[in-house]
Nanobody, 125 residues
Framework: QVQLVESGGGLVQAGGSLRLSCAAS????????MGWFRQAPGKEREFVAA??????????YYADSVEGRFTIAKDNANNTVYLQMNSLKPEDTAVYYC????????????????WGQGTQVTVSS
């Protein structure tokens, strides 16, 4: 069982930066692909970024809306995945969730087995 706890959300002005962290319990973190999703008020949850960096290699990928502004990084030694968010826009305002999927990450939320509770990010104009 993997438990995920996000942190690092908050209020920031447009153009600013935030770094979200997601700490995972358990000793098998390196075998999981990790993803970040977000849900804005009145909207469905959407894919943001994902990474599958483990013993077999892997890679990272991003939603078009955040490509070039957000960076996902997985630290297997510290059981943590990060989401560095730069050049934030008001439309990035949402609750951000991290998720874990055994072996490989995916842009599809229904393929993830474990979810965090979410952290609020608010970008003011």
């Amino acid at each position: 069982q993997v438990q995920l706890v996000e942190s690092g959300g908050g209020l920031v002005q447009a153009g600013g930066s935030l770094r979200l962290s997601c700490a995972a319990s358990g000793q098998t973190f390196s075998t999981y692909g990790m993803g970040w999703f977000r849900q804005a008020p009145g909207k469905e949850r959407e894919f943001v970024a994902a990474t599958t960096i483990n013993w077999s290699g892997g890679g990272t990928y991003y939603a078009d809306s955040v490509e070039g502004r957000f960076t996902i990084a997985k630290d297997n030694a510290n059981n943590t995945v990060y989401l560095q968010m730069n050049s934030l826009k008001p439309e990035d305002t949402a609750v951000y969730y991290c998720a874990a999927r055994y072996r490989r990450a995916s842009p599809l939320e229904n393929e993830y087995e474990h979810w965090g509770q979410g952290t609020q990010v608010t970008v003011s104009s």
